[in-house]
């Protein structure tokens, strides 16, 4: 367990959350710890097969576009900050 976000690298707050990075439906068991709000941004950003590839890493997820922008949004907020997000996508097995 860690105290940063592997997401954001912020200090994580009281509540904190595991992200498989492949999904556990495609045979993942790696995980690390987020912060909710980061947690909920990836599920509105990616579908699981969009998460088992390239994106599979965190390098990879703070690499694409909307997750990068969301990186340098949430960088000064306090590390309990929650905000709701969009609706998750459809997941596509």
Sequence with gaps: ???????????????????????????????????????????TTLDDRELDGPLATVDGLRYHPEVSRFVAWIADKHPDFYKP?????RRRA
């Excluded at 105290?3 to 498989?20: A, F, M, N, S, Y």
């Design 1 to 43: 367990m860690t105290d940063t976000c592997q997401l954001c690298g912020r200090p994580l707050g009281v509540r904190r959350e595991k992200q498989h990075l492949v999904p556990r439906a495609r045979g993942g068991r790696v995980t690390v710890d987020l912060h909710p709000i980061c947690h909920r941004k990836i599920h």
């Design 85 to 89: 997000t969009a609706t998750a996508r």
